[in-house]
């Protein structure tokens, strides 16, 4: 093909890189905002080595905050 003189070829766009572009399309839609939270975990840090004490089992805290955050 030749276009004002220039030979030149077209190569398609592979499939990961289509969705990228659309992931960066949809990016630039969403509104961002960050924030920071403090909260006391005091409480449920000593359950958890309560538990660890009795059981000697080790449980998550991230596993304890994502149940917790689910039975709300």
Known sequence: M????RKYH????APWRVMSADLCDLGQLQNTIHGFVEVDVTVPRACLREHKARTGETLSFT???AT????Q
Do not use: A, D
């Open 2 to 5: 030749t276009s004002n003189g």
């Open 10 to 13: 077209t190569v398609p766009f």
């Open 63 to 65: 596993g304890y905050v």
């Open 68 to 71: 917790s955050w689910h039975r």
